[in-house]
């Protein structure tokens, strides 16, 4: 934005200038109802991630017990031989959704597909092993996904914070006082205006007075 004296006192820089106040104003409202949208959302987001951990940890114990008692029944060597057999992980698919403009990563899949067969053909302490991590890998993937859209949504708070703050607190002012520099420039033109015309009209005035004074001894005579 121009400094105040490059600015040109004009009627239309006048109009521009409002217009561009109401502009700011407008875009101001709505950067600060998208930062309560997205504090909203953070703070939703927050709790959600702080269950899933919550979760995660019980997970964890309940999958470290039931490798213990796998070890117990079905012993250790045996539990090592079907480890070595389970297949590898899945391709985890990474997508995106947008939230208030906010690009959050979705996670899918990643999951290990053991088939059905296969589990029949093992103890029951092993497959209740192999069903726990999986829900475990399932909710590491979930508390990821969370994790990251905490740290996306708090960057875009701070960002949208800074913009909001520049908008309110440098360029409406900058704007306003623009504004008041115009309109004391156009009154100050108006008085020199009036003042000037007043001036030309008192010398139009006496210059016709001069004119009489001249012509009356003529008409006398």
Same mark, same amino acid.
Request: no cysteine.
């Given at each position: 934005?121009?400094?105040?004296?490059?600015?040109?006192?004009?009627?239309?820089? *006048?109009?521009?200038?409002?217009?561009?106040?109401l502009?700011?104003?407008?875009?101001?409202?709505?950067?600060?109802l998208?930062?309560?949208?997205?504090?909203?959302?953070?703070?939703? =987001?927050?709790?959600?991630?702080?269950?899933?951990? @919550?979760?995660?940890?019980?997970?964890?114990?309940?999958? *470290?017990?039931?490798?213990?008692?796998?070890?117990?029944?079905?012993?250790?060597?045996?539990?090592?031989?079907?480890?070595?057999?389970l297949?590898?992980?899945?391709?985890?698919?990474?997508?995106?959704?947008?939230?208030?403009?906010?690009?959050?990563?979705?996670?899918?899949?990643?999951?290990?597909?053991? *088939?059905?067969? *296969?589990?029949?053909?093992?103890?029951?302490?092993?497959?209740?092993a192999?069903?726990?991590?999986?829900? +475990?890998?399932?909710?590491?993937?979930?508390?990821?996904?969370?994790? =990251?859209?905490?740290?996306?949504?708090?960057?875009?708070?701070?960002?949208?914070?800074?913009?909001?703050?520049?908008?309110?607190?440098?360029?409406?002012?900058?704007?306003?006082?623009?504004?008041?520099?115009?309109?004391?420039?156009?009154?100050? +033109?108006?008085?020199?205006?009036?003042?000037?015309?007043? =001036?030309?009209?008192?010398?139009?005035? @006496?210059?016709?007075?001069?004119?009489?004074?001249?012509?009356?001894?003529?008409?006398?005579?």
């Amino acid at each position: 934005m121009p400094s105040i004296s490059d600015i040109r006192p004009t009627r239309l820089e *006048y109009i521009r200038t409002k217009k561009r106040i109401l502009i700011a104003r407008k875009g101001l409202k709505l950067l600060k109802l998208k930062r309560q949208a997205l504090i909203l959302e953070f703070f939703n =987001t927050s709790k959600t991630a702080a269950a899933l951990r @919550e979760n995660l940890q019980t997970e964890l114990i309940k999958g *470290y017990e039931s490798i213990r008692m796998a070890e117990i029944l079905a012993g250790s060597m045996r539990l090592e031989n079907e480890s070595m057999k389970l297949p590898m992980m899945g391709k985890l698919n990474v997508k995106s959704k947008s939230i208030m403009g906010v690009h959050i990563p979705k996670l899918e899949g990643g999951q290990n597909k053991v *088939y059905e067969e *296969y589990l029949l053909e093992l103890p029951a302490s092993i497959n209740e092993a192999i069903s726990s991590f999986n829900r +475990i890998h399932k909710i590491v993937l979930d508390v990821a996904e969370k994790e =990251t859209a905490l740290r996306k949504l708090l960057h875009e708070i701070e960002r949208t914070k800074r913009k909001s703050n520049a908008i309110e607190n440098v360029f409406i002012p900058r704007l306003v006082d623009a504004v008041r520099f115009i309109t004391f420039r156009l009154e100050e +033109i108006e008085r020199d205006t009036f003042i000037m015309l007043k =001036t030309v009209k008192r010398k139009m005035g @006496e210059r016709e007075m001069q004119e009489l004074r001249e012509v009356e001894p003529e008409l006398n005579v």
